[in-house]
């Protein structure tokens, strides 16, 4: 078994800086587009130069390796556009998977600012999947070949024709090496562009969406609610981690948890609407918030109390959802520890803002070196989200 790895080629100016992300065990194919006449550079384990062989987004260059290449049933492709970068996390990620039986893997994509672009799912179709979101083991569908358009990557996607197995993580980029220059505003209307194709086109989504990452239309109008929300006062938390705390704590509906933290209610409103029955701490530090956050919060029954987050630890009840913004630098370190090992369930998460403002590998040492993700907001500022088992 073999990974390939497919890159079509017409800006040679980014290959030195791929090369430097490319894991030594996979095969890195280069194929360079027959508009381009100059030199050959250095890098790739296998150069292919068809000719007659340009642009269509890459599409032709990708369909005349999967011809030209002596392909093995139990190799895997990648398609890596000439633009892009592997992720740090990618192949620990997907070498241990490639021998279990699986025809498809998929797993979410970031912006090269660490945002959100595609969440993870299973569903193999146009839009909800990038070319670089996904790979697949060649001898399952060995003749697919790509449409030679620009959609051609989603349409590939539809063909291979079945779901993939999902993996949790965000380990794809998007043109990470030349980002398209996309407001936050204009991200967050792709998402949400995203969303409603998905929603649109395909009823069995909204039935769907429960069991998996992507989502229903009560999400999109959850999510909309959440955008509305005041952000102004400085300590709020942001609204692209608001938004993160939402959709990661969706996978618990029906379950728990416990802010630490309230302050103007946004991250507590986020934690109602995702399904969980919330207790959140305050010890009403920053005062004038108490109504707000209760007149935010009144449609949901939460259990507000008026304390410093370790009056939690005085009970020995655990939440599936821990989301922690109260204090922070190295002084919060034992109580996030506590947290962890206290009041986060056994398959639970903990979510920490301002993970920036501490010495985060003690704190990743103390607490097990657990799964974790971390996003910036627009500000600089750090969600880290910690799961157990
Ligand atoms: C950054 S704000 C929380 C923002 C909020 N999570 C949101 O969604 O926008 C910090 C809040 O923590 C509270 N706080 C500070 N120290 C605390 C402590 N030891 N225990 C509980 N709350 C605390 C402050 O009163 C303030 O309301």
Redesign the pocket.
């Known amino acids: 078994m073999s990974i390939y790895i497919i890159t079509p080629c017409t800006r040679i100016q980014y290959l030195q800086e791929i090369s430097k992300t490319i894991p030594r065990e996979c095969i890195w194919v280069i194929v360079y587009d027959s508009n381009y006449t100059d030199r050959i550079l250095p890098y790739g384990d296998i150069i292919l130069r068809p000719k007659n062989i340009r642009g269509s987004y890459g599409k032709p260059h990708i369909n005349y390796a999967l011809d030209a290449l002596k392909l093995e049933d139990s190799d895997w492709i990648y398609v890596l556009d000439d633009d892009n970068i592997i992720h740090p996390d990618w192949y620990e990620t997907i070498s241990p998977l490639c021998n279990d039986g699986y025809n498809i893997l998929s797993w979410g994509q970031l912006w090269n600012d660490d945002t959100i672009r595609l969440r993870p799912t299973e569903h193999m179709v146009f839009r909800a999947v990038d070319q670089a979101s996904y790979m697949w083991r060649y001898g399952f569908n060995s003749v697919a070949r790509f449409d030679e358009d620009y959609f051609g990557d989603g349409k590939f996607a539809e063909k291979l024709g079945q779901k993939s197995h999902r993996i949790d993580r965000y380990i794809s980029y998007y043109n990470y090496l030349s980002p398209e220059s996309m407001t936050e505003e204009e991200k967050e209307d792709f998402d949400a562009g995203v969303l409603e194709f998905l929603s649109k086109n395909d009823n069995n989504y909204a039935v769907n969406f429960n069991n998996n990452n992507l989502l229903t239309d009560q999400d999109a109008t959850n999510l909309l609610r959440i955008e509305q929300l005041d952000?102004s006062?400085d300590?709020?938390?942001d609204l692209s981690h608001?938004k993160e705390?939402y959709l990661k704590s969706r996978k618990y509906r029906g379950g728990t948890a416990c802010?630490?933290?309230?302050?103007?209610?946004?991250?507590?409103l986020?934690l109602c609407l995702a399904g969980l029955n919330v207790t959140s701490?305050?010890?009403?530090?920053?005062e004038g918030?108490k109504d707000k956050r209760e007149f935010l919060c009144r449609d949901f029954n939460v259990n507000w109390i008026v304390?410093?987050?370790?009056?939690a630890l005085n009970d020995e009840i655990k939440y599936d959802v821990v989301?922690h913004?109260?204090?922070h630098y190295d002084e919060v370190i034992p109580?996030l520890v506590a947290f962890w090992y206290y009041k986060v369930k056994d398959k639970g998460m903990l979510i920490v803002?301002?993970v920036e403002t501490f010495s985060h590998e003690r704190f990743m040492f103390l607490i097990g070196n657990p799964i974790f993700e971390r996003t910036k907001d627009a500000h600089g500022r750090e969600l880290g989200t910690y799961y157990k088992n």
């Open positions: 952000y006062t300590n709020t938390t608001i705390i802010e630490v933290g309230s302050l103007g209610g946004q991250g507590t986020s701490y305050d010890n009403d530090g920053q918030f304390q410093e987050g370790l009056y989301f913004d109260s204090y109580e803002h301002d």
